[in-house]
């Protein structure tokens, strides 16, 4: 087990080279100059002065130069400064990713624990009510864009309900209510697409395990309904769910480029899109980087969960 | 009022209600007036009450109530305010926070004249117009940790920071003009210039202006984006990045008595639907660019207020001179015939702007009262065909991804265009490279944009039309033009300037190096709680130092 997780680990190395050269090139491929785009054009600057800012960013080294510039950075510890703010974005990003990753946290679980439930249900209570309007509800959810819900949660629960803010964020040392009152509404924008997602994959991966022989034999044996779900049917009908699963939830992290934006939330992703627009290259290649990062320590945890469930795949 | 009936009264009386309440603005106002028939003196008097104090034609909201100490004002901004030095921000949100921290010297007033701040009284000026002599205002101590006088010297050492190229100042070319800043003594600045300059003052007055003091610069190693503090009437408190940012009362403020706020919570909320929806549910008091779209609504919450009506923005069609055939007058003049400035705008503006023709609106004092261009397609056609294009001719129409009230009209000016046999394609970029193909490497045919913010003509002739300035996107190059624009600048005398800009302007409308289109509106949005607030037509939240709550 510990060679498999040590083989993975290994592996991420060039992946991660790969994706920091590819982060680093194409921002740079953009039409676009980040100290145009910083000064704004309301301020007037002469070609000298222009010079002098390119310099002082860096922006007058060859790309390579640059680039090797920025890993030695990088293997330090130090990501870099931010073009636009100035700011050191190791710190920028020590306060921006917990939000992300909170919030990401928080739509996992309302996209996986209660979808994992129904979705077993639906498919045990296959062509009852129950399971009619629950493929109804995943069609809705699934086919719902992000942004088009927030829209309605924000209509219903803000603005008409008044049960919650419409927009905002509190750190959890500003109060723990007031930190989940600013979390639910994003999390649910991002989180209920998911649980459709989810809830799918399961209902026809449950059924699917239901009709195998191993299950007619274990009922033949004389099971109980429970544990024939708990031991034979759900550790099989699993592995496609953790795979469902894995890929939806590295794909929450582009969900919230527009959340934290509709929801004023100091998260990476807003950071991201915003300095995408203003070509603050650091910024852009960095927070690539560090999302690629989670990105592949995510299929790491889903590759480790998959080896728990399987135990073939330890020793393959 | 003698001489109307009983429903005409009734009429006045709503109309008038409506007209106080901002419910409609002067224009709407008067045609309604005339459409039910109200004498031309009643109308006239509608008019007046929806534009009270006549040229600024910014509105109060809740002026007559007491002012009250104490209390949060709760801010909605458009962005984050992200970047604190006052001497190299660009944000206009980070503006709209370091205005209350930072002051300059003078300020501009709602009706866009000059006046002093920190300098006791507008500074005497040389015979020649070349030298400045300011008198500081006394008793205006920094905020903590600094908390000493502000003298001279921390004039002198702020203009010198301005343009010092380690710091890549925002100011740079606009203090191009001083030769030199001098502190003769404790109380006296000494600006001299090395030519006359009318917008001299307006420059001054801008917010990039700000005095700080050596020692906290110096302190915080240079550094101004996380930390200030200046003389304003509000002490920075706290920056959480992307989340809010809060000021307090500055209780040693010179000005005793304000400001009223016991201090102001901004939050950045970009979504513009979000910031309304803020303001409705009570997530905060008061919204800086309410978005124009929901102005119906907002208007309809009897909760609420709405400050604002017209701004100095500017939206036209920017023209490039160096491409044919658009260097000949004959295809910009058709161009402009084409148009319908009322349909261009309504995307823009939700009937919440202004068409005009010239740059300078009414109300302001280098506005130019010329006679409406209608739209003429036939004339449009026939002056295309002379110039050689009797089959029409192709075109890319250049604007903004980010702000649809560019985009949106720039597809309503194709569709114009397409009816004189311009076909057109609107091609939308997203904002670096739409400003390096606008300004930098002038790649583009035209293209409909805007500029905001002035308080000097001078500023917007000078950087759009002088031959010379960087800005010129157009490549307009007019000697007689560049000769009044120096003109322009070199007196100070109102009336003689006003005359200059006038002939500058009919000039412009001869050459159309670019085409005017509208003039979009701004409000801000507060409880009807929120007194003593008066709209800026720069936009700047200037006046939330003498705002205050009122208890219901």
């Not at chain 2, 610069?217 to 989340?243: H, K, M, R, S």
């Amino acid at each position: 087990m510990l060679r498999y997780i040590a083989g993975r680990i290994v592996l991420m190395i060039p992946i991660l080279i790969g994706v920091s050269i590819v982060a680093f090139g194409l921002i740079r491929f953009v039409p676009g100059d980040p100290v145009t785009a910083i000064i704004g054009p309301g301020t007037r600057f002469n070609e000298e002065q222009l010079a002098n800012l390119r310099e002082r960013y860096g922006l007058n080294d060859s790309v390579v130069v640059q680039y090797f510039k920025w890993m030695g950075l990088v293997l330090q510890g130090d990501l870099g400064t931010s073009l636009r703010t100035r700011l050191p974005l190791t710190e920028e990003l020590g306060a921006r990713l917990p939000v992300t990753l909170e919030l990401t946290i928080w739509a996992t679980i309302i996209g996986t624990i209660p979808a994992v439930a129904l979705g077993i249900l639906a498919a045990l209570k296959r062509n009852s009510w129950f399971d009619v309007s629950a493929t109804i509800g995943t069609l809705i959810g699934t086919s719902v864009p992000n942004f088009l819900l927030a829209v309605f949660l924000v209509l219903l629960f803000a603005v008409e309900l008044r049960w919650l803010p419409p927009l905002g964020y509190e750190r959890w040392r500003d109060g723990v209510w007031a930190h989940c009152q600013t979390m639910i509404l994003p999390a649910l924008c991002l989180g209920l697409p998911l649980a459709a997602t989810v809830m799918r994959f399961t209902r026809s991966s449950v059924l699917e395990t239901i009709g195998q022989d191993y299950v007619r034999t274990a009922r033949a044996k004389g099971m109980s309904q429970r544990s024939v779900i708990m031991r034979h049917v759900l550790p099989n009908a699993s592995i496609p769910i953790i795979t469902v699963v894995g890929i939806q939830v590295a794909g929450l992290l582009g969900g919230t480029v527009i959340i934290e934006q509709i929801f004023s939330m100091p998260g990476v992703g807003r950071y991201v899109y915003e300095s995408i627009s203003n070509r603050d290259y650091p910024v852009v290649q960095s927070v690539t980087l560090v999302i690629a990062a989670i990105f592949v320590l995510v299929s790491l945890v889903v590759d480790i969960l998959y080896a728990i469930v399987d135990p073939r795949l330890r020793t393959g | 009022m003698t001489g109307l009936d009983n429903q005409e009264r009734g009429h006045f009386h709503d109309l008038l209600d409506k007209a106080i309440s901002g419910q409609l603005d002067r224009r709407q106002v008067m045609a309604r007036g005339a459409a039910l028939g109200l004498s031309a003196a009643s109308v006239f008097t509608l008019g007046a009450a929806a534009a009270p104090g006549t040229t600024s034609v910014s509105r109060v909201a809740r002026q007559d109530a007491t002012p009250v100490a104490g209390g949060i004002l709760r801010v909605g901004l458009q962005g984050d305010p992200a970047q604190l030095d006052p001497h190299t921000t660009n944000l206009t949100a980070a503006i709209h926070v370091t205005e209350h921290i930072y002051e300059g010297l003078v300020v501009e007033n709602p009706d866009l004249t000059i006046g002093p701040w920190l300098a006791a009284e507008l500074p005497t000026v040389s015979e020649d117009g070349l030298t400045y002599t300011f008198t500081l205002r006394e008793g205006v101590m920094f905020h903590p940790p600094v908390s000493r006088p502000m003298t001279s010297a921390d004039v002198v050492y702020s203009f010198g920071r301005m343009v010092d190229p380690a710091i890549a100042g925002n100011a740079v070319s606009l203090l191009e003009p001083i030769a030199s800043v001098e502190a003769p003594d404790d109380r006296t600045v000494v600006m001299t210039l090395s030519s006359p300059n009318a917008a001299f003052l307006a420059t001054l007055a801008g917010r990039q202006i700000a005095i700080v003091p050596q020692e906290f610069v110096e302190e915080n190693g240079g550094d101004l984006n996380l930390a200030a503090c200046g003389t304003g009437p509000f002490v920075f408190e706290e920056y959480v990045p992307a989340t809010r940012l809060t000021v307090t009362k500055n209780a040693e403020y010179w000005d005793t008595g304000k400001p009223y706020l016991d201090g102001i919570e901004f939050t950045p909320i970009s979504d513009d639907t979000q910031r309304t929806n803020a303001i409705v549910t009570d997530t905060v008091d008061f919204i800086e660019y309410a978005p124009l779209a929901d102005i119906e609504r907002l208007r309809g919450e009897s909760s609420l207020m709405i400050a604002g009506e017209i701004n100095t923005n500017i939206r036209f069609i920017g023209i490039n001179l160096r491409r044919e055939p658009l260097s000949d007058v004959r295809v910009r003049r058709a161009i402009a015939m084409a148009l319908n400035r009322a349909e261009i705008l309504e995307p823009a503006t939700f009937g919440n702007g202004t068409a005009t023709e010239v740059i300078f609106p009414e109300g302001n004092w280098a506005h130019v009262p010329v006679e409406e261009t209608p739209q003429d397609i036939e004339g449009a056609i026939a002056l295309l065909a002379e110039a050689g294009f009797p089959d029409g001719l192709e075109l890319e129409i250049l604007s903004w991804s980010a702000y649809s009230f560019l985009s949106q009209p720039s597809y309503v000016v194709q569709s114009q265009l397409e009816a004189i046999g311009i076909t057109s394609e609107v091609v939308l970029e997203e904002n670096a490279t739409y400003i390096e193909r606008y300004l930098t490497t002038n790649d583009f045919d035209i293209t409909v944009t805007g500029t905001s913010g002035f308080v000097d003509p001078h500023e917007v002739y000078a950087d759009n039309f002088l031959s010379t300035s960087p800005s010129n996107a157009a490549g307009y190059n007019n000697p007689m033009v560049d000769q009044l624009i120096a003109d322009g600048n070199a007196t100070t005398d109102q009336a003689a300037r006003a005359e200059i800009y006038t002939q500058l302007q009919q000039i412009l409308l001869e050459d159309l190096p670019w085409i005017n289109l509208f003039i979009a509106n701004q409000y801000e949005a507060m409880k009807s709680t929120v007194g003593g607030y008066t709209h800026y037509p720069t936009g700047s939240l200037f006046s939330l130092r003498e705002t205050f709550i009122a208890p219901e």
